[in-house]
């Protein structure tokens, strides 16, 4: 299994960014897949998940302002960011719906994860 993120970055409040997540190793469409996203010191947050029939569903602060897609022949997941805050600041990590909400925790095997800095 392979996660690699991108698309971080720093940005302004009230900015845009477009995260990305390529996927490996597994059957990436028949999954539910969902971002969380990390600050130091602070438990895992998931943030959005989208699944295998492209429903999705957000965390309230999220709503709005993150779009969650999917491009199941590229085995890659994505997530919109608008309208920014610094309370958005964090290392954001993609994998797999149920190993987020399920384990609450970063796992070894997934990626490194891609930083998102809101800042003036």
């Known amino acids: 299994v392979q996660l690699v993120e991108s698309g971080g970055g720093l940005v302004q409040p009230g900015g845009s960014l477009r995260l990305s997540c390529v996927t490996s190793?597994?059957?990436?469409?028949?999954?539910?897949m969902a971002w969380a996203r990390q600050v130091p010191g602070k438990r895992l947050e998931w943030v959005a998940t989208i699944n295998p029939d492209d429903s999705t569903v957000y965390q309230e602060s999220v709503k709005g302002r993150f779009t969650i897609s999917r491009d199941n022949a590229r085995s890659t997941m994505f997530l919109q960011m608008n309208s920014l805050k610094p309370e958005d600041t964090a290392v954001y990590y993609c994998?797999?719906?149920?190993?987020?909400?399920?384990?609450?925790?970063?796992?070894?095997?997934w990626g490194q994860g891609t930083q998102v800095i809101v800042s003036s």
């Open positions: 994998a797999p719906d149920f190993e987020i909400r399920i384990t609450g925790k970063r796992q070894p095997w």
């Open positions: 190793g597994f059957a990436f469409s028949t999954y539910g």
